[in-house]
Antibody, heavy 120, light 107 residues
Framework: EVQLLESGGGLVQPGGSLRLSCAAS????????MSWVRQAPGKGLEWVST????????YFADSVKGRFTISRDNYKNTLFLQMNSLRADDTAVYYC?????????????WGQGTLVTVSS | EIVLTQSPATLSLPPGARATLSCRAS??????LAWYQHKPGQAPWLLIY???NRATGIPARFSGGGSGTDFTLTISSLEPEDFAVYYC?????????FGGGTKVEIK
């Protein structure tokens, strides 16, 4: 069974940094692209970033480009999201998601999410 | 950026009713569209990919259709567990984008 467990969320001040992790199990981690998707309070889903299975290719939403970095450790089956220069509008539940077997940029399945709150 | 517009924003229906949700893309995306179900406090769940293919384990009452710019998700007979928010998502081009969601609520 595929399991994705996010961690690292919390309260951070504007301008601060936070590193999210997503521990994966139940599949060959290095064979799949992985993504981060977020949901701000009361809002819809917003794609944040995607990384290829090897880690050699990354994509970012314009809203986080230059501030967020996505990476992965294929030996430890872990996905990361380094978030710098955080702003109030980065407040959201952050989900990690595995790329679908048929198309890497569909999301299947998703983790339960971790809450990031940016506030002074 | 491809904008996905979902309608209606809210759909109020009784259990057993047929639900039809719409997703319109700002440009042609062929069949590069997925549908997700999201319940409060839970992880979103892939229902349909490539416009009309049910994901693994998804009941047959869920069906998707459309191509180009107009897509539909149909739930043939609403079960109590189907009341949730539904999102469409395109993978035709970067950045990946979601629609604003349709809330299916119990009438």
């Amino acid at each position: 069974e595929v399991q994705l467990l996010e961690s690292g969320g919390g309260l951070v001040q504007p301008g601060g940094s936070l590193r999210l992790s997503c521990a994966a199990s139940g599949f060959t981690f290095s064979s799949y692209a992985m993504s981060w998707v977020r949901q701000a309070p009361g809002k819809g889903l917003e794609w944040v970033s995607t990384i290829s299975g090897t880690g050699g290719t990354t994509y970012f939403a314009d809203s986080v480009k230059g501030r967020f970095t996505i990476s992965r450790d294929n030996y430890k089956n872990t996905l990361f999201l380094q978030m710098n220069s955080l702003r109030a509008d980065d407040t959201a539940v952050y989900y990690c998601a595995k790329g679908h077997i048929g198309a890497y940029n569909y999301f299947d399945p998703w983790g339960q999410g971790t809450l990031v709150t940016v506030s002074s | 950026e491809i904008v996905l517009t979902q309608s209606p924003a809210t759909l109020s229906l009784p259990p057993g009713a047929r639900a039809t949700l719409s997703c319109r893309a700002s440009q042609s995306i062929n069949v590069n569209l997925a549908w997700y179900q999201h319940k409060p406090g839970q992880a979103p769940w892939l229902l349909i990919y490539d416009a009309s293919n049910r994901a693994t384990g998804i009941p047959a009452r869920f069906s998707g259709g459309g191509s180009g710019t107009d897509f539909t998700l149909t739930i043939s007979s609403l079960e109590p567990e189907d009341f949730a928010v539904y999102y469409c998502q395109q993978r035709y081009s970067w950045p990946l984008t979601f629609g604003g969601g349709t809330k299916v609520e119990i009438k």
